[in-house]
């Protein structure tokens, strides 16, 4: 008997073998499969945010006069993508609420939690396929890695406790928060081919003002505590902006920077390192410089024709002492 003769009695036996085995291996998906997968996904979105995003989307369509179906599409990328990255962050924060309620992974668990939001992730990307524009790939995907890359600066100094100087500040928040937004307007210019690249730079400096003013309320606001908690910042241990300007402000007095290497719940200590941040100017500080921000993004709406939506959005985060 030749080789030949030899690998076809083999290959028949293994044929033989695979048809012996006691299932059929079918590729398929089904509605209450995927139910299961978006659980913590569905929780998070009952229980709606601001939308602040979907409302900055639809105020820039007023200069950009996207195709409503494509302007949709793009509304419905960029919220998935921040309610995904919102499961991620309370496993990376530890966070006990979200917005008034237990966070996610508390209810399905860290890995559940993960894999969904990671799921999501990939369901985004799917619909950006229904664009057929190679371009917008590349949009969400360079988009994608600045988000990453700023929280994992953000992880990076809370867990080495580096506090960071406030321009490095700036450019991780331009790249975790100003993401989203700068994403949502990036697609919204390739499905208008608008050229005009002030719309990035106006987006990217409302993205800097957004979490300046978040971080400056989460440490302030009484509506803030009820949502997340009392000074939640403090607790992650994060260097949020008027953080890092107390600490940087005299760095010899090491309190407030021990304080956040406790990751302390106590509410008579938290209200020390708030009493700290007051003494040292810091949330004046931060006033002022929201206050420069809010002017300077006026200044650029102005000069780009005015928008009445994005210019009563500013109004709303707009915050007085």
């Not at 993508?81 to 530890?94: G, K, M, Y």
Request: proline share 3%; hydrophobic share 35%.
């Amino acid at each position: 008997m030749d080789n030949n003769d030899n690998d076809n009695n083999e290959n028949n036996n293994n044929d033989k073998s695979v048809n012996k085995l006691p299932f059929q291996f079918v590729s398929s998906w089904s509605p209450d499969k995927e139910q299961i997968l978006l659980e913590p996904f569905n929780y998070l979105i009952a229980n709606p945010g601001k939308e602040i995003r979907s409302k900055f989307i639809d105020a820039f369509d007023h200069w950009l006069n996207v195709p409503k179906d494509k302007l949709a599409l793009i509304t419905t990328v960029v919220e998935m993508l921040h309610t995904a990255s919102l499961l991620i962050d309370d496993v990376e924060d530890n966070s006990i609420l979200r917005r008034g309620v237990p966070v996610a992974h508390s209810i399905y668990g860290i890995p559940a939690a993960i894999n969904c939001a990671n799921y999501v992730y990939f369901l985004a990307l799917n619909e950006i396929r229904k664009f057929n524009d190679p371009n917008m790939y590349s949009i969400y995907t360079e988009e994608l890695l600045c988000l990453h890359r700023g929280q994992g600066m953000e992880l990076y100094w809370r867990d080495t406790l580096t506090c960071p100087t406030e321009s490095e500040y700036i450019q991780m928040v331009s790249n975790k928060t100003g993401g989203l937004l700068r994403l949502g307007v990036k697609l919204m210019q390739e499905a208008s081919k608008s050229k005009v690249d002030e719309y990035v730079n106006l987006v990217n400096i409302i993205g800097i003002q957004f979490q300046i003013r978040d971080d400056y309320m989460n440490l302030q606001s009484e509506k803030y505590a009820d949502n997340k908690g009392f000074c939640e910042d403090l607790t992650e241990g994060k260097f949020s902006f008027p953080i890092i300007h107390s600490i940087n402000k005299d760095l010899n007095n090491r309190q407030l920077i021990n304080i956040l290497k406790q990751h302390t719940t106590s509410i008579d200590l938290k209200h020390y390192a708030v009493k700290l941040m007051k003494e040292s100017g810091s949330f004046e500080y931060t006033l002022n410089y929201l206050a420069q921000v809010d002017q300077h993004v006026r200044d650029m709406i102005h000069k780009l024709g005015g928008n009445p939506k994005l210019e009563s959005i500013m109004d709303l985060l707009n915050v007085k002492a």
